[in-house]
């Protein structure tokens, strides 16, 4: 069984700080772990993935995040905020075939405010 | 890249009538695709799982019988809620996957606003 546990559905930082949003799975398999962004009214757009190659994955618009498999994490970092990060992020895990189903397990979320 | 499109990406009908919302992988052949439901403020919730050419799989405490899903094609997935109601209002989003692609690519969702 998976399960995706995001700590803190609200997090807020000031423009230029450090963006942190926290994510830890657990997984019976060699998991990948996926984190999205969603605007508002929009669909989910994929920032980065982990699919058992480097632990150190680079995404889009400057995040990035690393796999960490002795704390089961998956946290997202940007070195600098900026105001259009604003969002609701979402991180997911997939046995990616494993079961034969490609299921994704989706955390609750977390909405990103940022500062002026 | 791979690409799914959603139609129509907004809607508004009446109470107790049908809506048809449809998933399209515009430059891979889905073998597997999903279908989603999303309430303001929360997070995604699998509804079912469709495989072309098969019965779609619906997530516990999801009325099949409300929500048809067909999947004929190894392009197109059809969501049609019948007999819509206030409560059905929600974000609907599909996603594809495949056996070469053993991920999910999400469409742009779809607003159904029934009155």
């Known amino acids: 069984a998976q399960s995706v546990t995001q700590l803190g559905s609200h997090v807020s930082v000031s423009e230029g700080a450090l963006v942190l949003l926290r994510c830890n799975y657990s997984s019976s398999v060699p998991p990948y772990l996926f984190w999205y962004v969603q605007y508002p009214n929009q669909g989910l757009q994929l920032l980065l993935k982990y699919t058992s190659a480097a632990t150190l994955v680079k995404g889009i618009n400057g995040f990035e995040a690393e796999f960490k498999k002795s704390e089961t994490s998956f946290h997202l970092t940007k070195p600098s905020a900026h105001m259009s990060d604003a969002a609701e992020y979402f991180c997911a895990v997939s046995d990616h075939g494993t079961s034969g189903t490609y299921k994704y397990i989706f955390g609750t979320g977390t909405r990103l405010k940022v500062l002026a | 890249g791979a690409v799914v499109s959603q139609h129509p990406s907004w809607v508004i009908c009446k109470s107790g009538t049908s809506v048809k919302i449809e998933c399209r992988s515009l430059?891979?052949?889905?073998?597997?695709m999903f279908w989603y439901r999303q309430f303001p403020k929360q997070s995604l919730m699998l509804m079912a799982t469709s495989n072309e050419g098969s019965k779609a799989t619906y997530e516990q405490g999801v009325e099949k019988d409300k929500f048809l899903i067909n999947h004929a094609s190894l392009t197109l997935s059809t969501l049609t809620v019948t007999s819509a109601h206030p409560e059905d209002s929600s974000f609907y989003i599909c996603?594809?996957?495949?056996?070469?692609?053993?991920?999910?690519?999400f469409g742009p969702g779809t607003r159904l606003t029934v009155l």
């Open positions: 996603s594809a996957a495949s056996s070469r692609r053993n991920e999910q690519f």
């Open positions: 430059d891979f052949q889905a073998t597997t």
